[in-house]
DNA sequence: GTTTCGCCCGAAACCGGTTTCGGCAAGGGG
DNA sequence: CCCCTTGCCGAAACCGGTTTCGGGCGAAAC
């Protein structure tokens, strides 16, 4: 039968499918259950106000009954819509975040399932393709909208999504938030309640050492730091600040290099725990004892910082409820809510452990030292 | 004007919807502009041989140059394929594999796109949890295939995807893998590696800190340390030996328990890097010097590793690897490989630093210390 | 010079939903 | 009693692709 070589054209380089066997209960099934139109089905299962209460009654149950159950893209092809959040991670540099990303992802996940979305990450090597991923997923409809994480103050990837119309939030402040949702955390505010608690210690020489300059959180965190020093009258010089420090070994070289000082600080406060517990590793190089002589105050909240030794005092962020707020506050965003009054700024929250102190090191006998309640 | 009540009756409790400006262009706009059916210019793109060169050629490059990118779940309705790949992450316990999940989510993700697919993870609390969260995604076909990790000696999972005939791939293996695709790392002999090694520089009396036993990996490790144990004549008494070790603290707990033995361990071998970090702190508050007279090998390879001090030998994972492996293998099974064919093991590799040398230990001065090359 | 293939492509059905449009029947007002 | 609403649902178009079916046409075979 030479036919068989002109009916059913296969595609080349394809191999064999395995074919789910039983098949699923479809609208069709219901509508004919039911003796409705399948519309008619469609239209009480979405709440459409013209189906009669009893008729929404009955369909529902069957649907229930039935165990039907939309199938997504058929719907979205309809609708437009994917029902799908999407997460670039730039899986390139910025070790920063892995502690999180368990628990971020989780968050996320579970607010966008509560409404039966789903999430999509995809993982990105540089800035450029990191555009280039989030362009591939809306080109292809595969989400209706994006986290964006780790956002900088000039972030193309907020002008890419803003061209084109895609719904977004951002996981941090911008210098442009034009058009933007975005939900953060006040790291500026944690900064400054702490050199606020060294200052009240007694400390008066307090190093800095901040995280990547490129992200706006950085800038933030600096601001605050500044300013508090600032209000407090407390000198700030260049030597005293170390920027774009991420990881442990970064953390250590930093705290190598404020620790040398002729004048080495009494204090030392930590944008992130990373590079806090670097600074560990350089004060006891460096012959000075965290929580001793060295006071420490960091920034993130890992749970390394609480098994250190000393216990890390630290300013901890909630990153599973970031993501769940972030998930819900774009789910708002899609279903059209005006952006700019989506915007959320929570605290860091204080947890108050042993390597702030440093009673040993009593600064200035000329500054009173002042008592605490 | 009454009438517009009745027209566009809108589901209720649903706000305005941002809809994207300009068209996307579809494949009929393709085929129109090349004076073709539509049904053509499919088949042209998906390479059916009915197609002449010429022809093919002409509609790819039109379809390139007009930016035409097929809706995803357009296909997907007709396919039953929505070229997603599934992730389950339990959010619950085990913060072992929290270190990895960046490199390994990256892997997967990578190796997806390479191909067009994407990922869809979702998290779960507990065991049943993880069960229904597949379940969803299967019913609402928004994943082709699942990745599941850290299986279990008899796992729900495997039972549940098994029964729904829906393609997967075990990270890890499992009691009964009659259809079943994995990938794995051989821990077991990388336990018995280590003990070969250990036995080599003079020691006797091992101990071992294993993981979570319910967890196939774990059994294998261990069943790895027993054998090498065996071959060697080495005496492996239930003292020596500790389990359900998966964090910092339960490491510190464990080793506290064989370095307060009567008799102690001369070397301890670790089936989890994050054990081997917290019986750190074991010898520390025991007065043992891991590196002088406590020998540590370990297994993983967390970065952490690296800057422990001493610096720690173990074997390490390629995490990132596993991933790209992992998705490839899910994407042949899915186009139709026989599982029983996709079984991949792969070796940890040693990386040998400081942490397993201990010549202040050198135990027995009755058996002779072989030299090693 | 027919006949027979076989290569290519057009036309149309189909996938599983959503949305529009129109009409029937009941109810209310004049 | 008739007409005009109004509520409620059926029928069909539509979304953007994939797949089937069949036919036109040129070349090889007879």
Redesign the interface.
Known sequence: MTADTRQM?????????????PR?VTISDVADALGLAKGTVS?AL?????IAEATRLRVTRAAERMGY??????Q??RT?R?R?LGLV?N?GRS?AH??F???F??GI??AA?EE?W??????AMDEADEVA?LG??V????VDGFILPRTKLHDPRIDLLRE????FILYGRTADPTGCAWFDIAGEEAMAAAIDRLHAAGHWRIGFINGGTEYTYARLRRDGFLAAMARHGLPTPPELIVEDVLT??QGEAAGLRLLDLPEPPTAILCALDLAALGLY?AAARAGRRVGHDLAVISYDGI??AA?A?PPLTTYAVDTRAAGENLARMLLA?????DPETLRVLVPAVLIARGSDRAPDAIPDPAGPARQLA
Chains 1, 2 share one sequence.
């Open positions: 054209p296969k595609p080349v380089s394809k191999g064999p499918v395995a074919r789910p066997g699923r239209r979405n709440g459409y106000p013209d159950r939309p199938l997504a893209q058929a979205a092809i437009g994917a799908a991670l899986a070790d892995k502690p990303l368990t628990d992802l989780d996940s579970r399932s039966s789903t999430l999509t990450v995809a993982t991923t591939r997923l080109d292809e409809r595969k084109r119309a895609v719904p442990i070994p590793r749970p390394e098994t030794e965003r899609i279903r059209g809510a």
